[in-house]
């Protein structure tokens, strides 16, 4: 009985310190109508796109890409397929989509001045973390999931004011465009399926997977703004 005590013990404390991972002290700092200083990275973790493999017992953790195709009759993509998708991925530039589209959002609900350069005197800086990129394939088409850490600093402390680690996802989007003599329009968004993936160029993939960046940029704004709100209730 005392094994067993002690047991649960641990487990209660370990689960309550896996719980409280996160930062929230917007109470105590109000960004609203204050000079933010964007920044975005991308972890080592985020160096290598990952597509998982419906089946797990075809899983193996020896390639950056796992690939299988459930509308193509679960057959393994190609190794040009794969090189393209590798070659399309830029952990970089999707961090730099997640940053603006959060940047863009938060600008939807609240007033702040965004800020280039340290030299700008910002007061919070908000840097976007790129963690991890997954693509997965389902009936439905591929998706895209992203993992970020988003950390905003109180430059005058050097507190954390908010930190977390969120996952979301969205189905993997293309663009369609029409041309005009002095712009192109975006005017639809189609959600791709495996027979699509295999058929795009790689410079389409990537263009995919950036616009699909912003779609998941939003999500990622949704949560923030809510904390926000709550906070200053």
């Known amino acids: 009985m005392k094994k ?39 972890k080592h973790s985020a160096s290598n796109v990952r597509i998982n493999i419906t089946k797990p017992e075809l899983f193996s953790g020896n390639s950056p890409i796992e690939i299988i195709l459930t509308e193509a009759g679960e057959q393994v993509m190609s190794s040009e397929v794969e090189s393209k998708i590798r070659k399309a991925y830029e952990p970089d530039t999707v ?70 680690t969120e996952t979301v996802s969205s189905p993997l989007k293309e663009s369609v465009y029409s041309y005009y003599p002095d712009r192109k329009v975006r005017t639809a968004v189609s959600i791709i399926n495996a027979v699509r993936l295999m058929e795009m160029s790689e410079e389409e993939i990537r263009n995919a997977i950036n616009t699909t960046s912003e779609e998941l940029a939003y999500e990622l704004t949704g949560v923030l703004r809510e904390d926000i709100a709550y906070a200053r209730d």
């Open 95 to 164: 961090s730099v989509k997640l940053m603006d589209g959060v940047r863009t959002g938060l600008g939807d609900y609240f007033n702040f001045t965004p800020v280039y350069e340290n030299t700008e005197n910002p007061d919070y800086l908000f840097e976007m973390r790129l963690e991890k990129f997954e693509l997965s394939s389902s009936s439905y088409g591929i998706y895209a999931r992203v993992s970020a850490e988003v950390l905003i600093v109180d430059r005058k402390t050097a507190k954390t004011v908010w930190r977390n």
């Open 4 to 42: 067993l005590y002690s047991f649960l013990t641990i487990f209660l404390i370990i689960v309550v310190l896996s719980g409280c991972s996160g930062v929230n002290e917007f109470a105590k700092y109000d960004i609203r109508n204050s000079k933010i200083l964007f920044k975005s990275s991308a």
